[in-house]
């Protein structure tokens, strides 16, 4: 598996519908490839934020300032 086709999946890992197959190709590329290691990290703490938190409480402009910041981590792979 690829950076890119990790970044692809990783909704679906976190939420575990990803195949058995996949996620052990998923998992395979994770313990040797430190940056989607980082990346997965900080994809469980958004998804535990957004969780936490209901749209009122979410500061204007912050949800657009993390996809943005994503998007820019996807360009330097
Ligand atoms: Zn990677």
Redesign the pocket.
């Given at each position: 598996m690829?950076?890119k086709e990790?970044v692809e999946v990783v909704t679906d890992y976190l939420e575990g519908v990803l195949s058995s197959q996949d996620r052990a190709r998923f998992e395979e590329?994770?313990g040797q490839?430190p940056?989607?290691q980082t990346?997965l990290e900080q994809m469980r703490q958004v998804i535990h934020t957004l969780g936490k938190l209901n749209e009122d409480s979410i500061p204007p402009g912050a949800w657009e300032t993390l996809q943005q910041a994503f998007r820019n981590w996807k360009r330097a792979?």
């Open positions: 690829s950076c990790l590329h994770l490839c940056g989607c990346y792979q």
